[in-house]
T-cell receptor
């Protein structure tokens, strides 16, 4: 069975601070896919990034960066110079690969509520 | 153009009623999903269809019945609504069932009184 743990339930920062959202996952699949989604106060779920299990390269997109470490089963998300508009619930998710026990199933973590104060 | 749309956005109904939520995607994706988000924001998959074929059916009460008339549409019908069914229901789609990201609809907030 798959499991995704986001240990931080809520994080509160002041604008311009850097913040890291932790994500730890468990899976028996050898091939799998990791995702981050953002859910702003308006309620929609916005896709941020996908990472394949065979690609451990870190990724940067503007103020966002992701650190994937297979050795520790972690896929952490850092926002640099946070802004009020970053306030949202952030979800980490895991999807099993073809042939795996959790083929095609997307399992979400509990979510981290990020509040950025002006 | 809206990629994944759901109707209605809000649904308020009495216990025991039957209701449906409709979902349509114009992305040409093969796979569609229904998720339930509870009051604690926890998201859980309910069903998944690939090219109109049911491929994932999590432990959902059989009062919930998905229907996919074609690969662009996935509707959710709920019979005999219960208080515990109150939640936000999200429809999603992806190009394939495995490696592609899922794109979500705006959600339908269901309130059962």
């Amino acid at each position: 069975a798959q499991k995704v743990t986001q240990a931080q339930t809520e994080i509160s920062v002041v604008e311009k601070e850097d913040v890291t959202l932790d994500c730890v996952y468990e899976t028996r699949d050898t091939t799998y896919y990791l995702f981050w989604y953002k859910q702003p106060p308006s309620g929609e779920l916005v896709f941020l990034i996908r990472r394949n299990s065979f690609d451990e390269q870190n990724e940067i997109s503007g103020r966002y960066s992701w650190n994937f470490q297979k050795s520790t089963s972690s896929f952490n998300f850092t926002i640099t110079a946070s802004q009020v508009v970053d306030s949202a619930v952030y979800f980490c998710a895991l999807r099993g690969g073809a042939g795996g026990t959790s083929y095609g199933k997307l399992t979400f973590g509990q979510g981290t509520i990020l509040t950025v104060h002006p | 153009d809206t990629a994944v749309s759901q109707t209605p956005k809000y649904l308020v109904t009495q216990m025991g009623n039957d209701k449906s939520i409709k979902c349509e995607q114009n992305l040409g994706h093969d796979t569609m999903y229904w998720y339930k988000q509870d009051s604690k924001k926890f998201l859980k998959i309910m069903f998944s269809y690939n090219n109109k074929e049911l491929i994932i059916n999590e432990t959902v009460p059989n009062r919930f019945s998905p229907k996919s008339p074609d690969k662009a549409h996935l509707n959710l019908h709920i019979n005999s609504l219960e208080l515990g069914d109150s939640a936000v229901y999200f429809c999603a789609s992806s190009q394939s069932r495995v490696y592609n990201e899922q794109f979500f609809g705006p959600g339908t907030r269901l309130t059962v009184l």
